[in-house]
């Protein structure tokens, strides 16, 4: 007999597709677990630096900026990576965030630089990667406004000086791949111009740039009155011993006024400035090569000569992330270094005591910026960290990368771009482990009824 034979349709309805109140329950709660589980990444997005974003081998031979590329008054974190990305990171209401992404440039790319490169107020990001390619990129719109496609690899060299004094800047682009043959390049260009105007290739038919022209500068070094391109290059590739220079060479007339002696090791870090106020300019490099040792050495022309005026002890390997500033406004520069260990360095400028030493944050801390990207007036340490995909031998290897923010004074750290929670992990984890559980839960249950209702059907029958 059909019980439901005398009632409404409408009522009908509701009997024939009714579920068990546990069973609306439980989807009650894989609802709420799902809204648990996506919730923390809901509030996160616009504070999302997640490592998956940064890619690897981050800030790499300096490729880390800090400069306000968009005029918007905030200074923006800049850094290159291995897989060929540029990305921005702005620091807005006590958090940092994901300002830009550029798009896909060529591997490896660690030349970068920011500044005027045209006649409008904007300032330009330059942008050179491992295929050789530099790009103009708009700070503003972002858009690529000039590139050069014809160097060879490795564009990673990058300056902005107005050589001829005309007001405007000219660019510099040192390139030369991972190469123990002589094959490094310098090239200049003037702006918007399609080609080179000039470039230095060799010194004489027997006299070539060594590679890896990573780090250099265009300054009246001995007060001669005429300018000096000052570069470090490296030279070895293998299992061998490190060889490095450093080169001051006659802008004029393209003669080498004085090359250093064989540091170990490639020249990766170059600053020159004057660091105690005395009026005479240092030069400051830092270099390195795979797992031997490391150093900083100081040079001034002084005398009638270049003369080293310190080489620190062995802060290798790999002492290739530097930056140079009063950190502390003491009204002294410090000079502070990353290398592949791990570890951040700071000795005074004057005294060249080692002020501090970081903890270990990290393989691979090969680039160094300073600058204020909180907007709190105080100068903070910007270092770049990880190795990068790709390689796994002596030379590098992949950890997740990420970008720390120190205080320059205090040497607190303040923040840790691309840190992962792991408490928040396990507690997602953890969801999605009751999600699991509750679908089991709600799959047997439906066998059960699906099961009631046979036999049902068939006792019916």
């Known amino acids: 007999m059909d019980r439901c034979k005398d009632l409404p349709n409408s009522v009908k309805s509701k009997r024939a597709y009714s579920l068990p109140r546990t069973f609306l329950s439980t989807i009650s709660v894989v609802i709420i677990l799902m809204l648990l589980l996506f919730l923390p990444l809901v509030f996160s997005v616009s504070a999302d630096v997640s490592p998956d974003l940064f890619g690897s081998g981050i800030g790499r031979f300096n490729s880390i900026i800090c400069e306000d590329v968009d005029g918007d008054g905030i200074n923006e974190i800049l850094f290159g990576s291995y897989e060929g990305y540029v990305v921005a990171v702005e620091f807005r209401e006590g958090e940092y965030f994901l300002d830009w992404k550029s798009p896909k440039f060529g591997t490896r790319c660690w030349g970068l630089i920011a500044g005027q490169f045209d006649s409008d107020p904007a300032v330009e990001i330059i942008i050179g990667d491992g295929d050789g390619v530099v790009r103009a990129i708009d700070g503003k ?9 014809e160097l060879v690899r490795d564009a990673h060299g990058l300056l902005l000086h107005d050589l001829d004094d005309d007001g405007s800047n000219e660019l510099v682009v040192g390139t030369g791949y991972k190469t123990d043959e002589g094959w490094g390049t310098v090239y200049f260009f003037n702006q918007k111009e399609e080609k080179p105007y000039d470039k230095i290739e060799r010194l004489d038919p027997d006299l070539t740039l060594h590679s890896r022209l990573r780090e250099f500068d265009i300054v009246d070094i001995d007060s001669d009155g005429s300018k000096e391109l000052i570069l ?19 802008f004029e007339n393209k003669k080498e006024e004085w090359i250093s002696p064989d540091l170990g090791g490639c020249i990766e870090g170059l600053k020159v400035l004057d660091l105690n106020d005395d009026g005479n300019l240092e030069i400051i490099v830092t270099n390195g090569y795979r797992y031997r040792e490391g150093f900083c050495y100081i040079y001034r022309y002084q005398e009638g000569e270049f003369q080293r005026i310190w080489k620190s002890p062995n802060i290798g390997p790999k002492a290739y992330g530097l930056d140079v500033g009063d ?17 951040v360095y700071v000795f005074d400028g004057i005294t060249h005591r080692e002020e501090w030493r970081s903890e270990n944050l990290g393989r691979d801390i090969l680039g160094i910026a300073l600058g204020d990207p909180d907007g709190d007036g105080d100068t903070e340490i910007i270092a770049g960290q990880g190795g990068y995909i790709g390689k796994g031998d002596f030379t590098s290897g992949y950890v997740t990368p990420h970008v720390y923010v120190i205080d320059g004074k ?18 997602q984890v953890g969801i999605l482990i009751a999600i699991v559980v509750t679908l089991v839960e709600i799959s047997i249950m439906v066998r059960i009824k699906t099961g009631k209702k046979t036999i049902s059907k068939s006792g019916g029958q």
């Open 141 to 149: 719109t972002k858009e690529i406004e000039w590139k050069f496609v």
């Open 232 to 250: 470090g290059c490296g030279v070895s590739l293998g299992d061998i011993g490190g060889e490095g220079y450093v080169r001051v060479i006659d």
């Open 327 to 343: 950190i502390d406004d003491d009204g002294v520069n410090e000079i502070v270094i990353g290398n592949l260990a791990g570890y």
């Open 410 to 427: 205090s040497h607190k750290i303040e923040a840790v771009l691309g840190d992962v929670d792991e408490f928040l992990q396990w507690v």
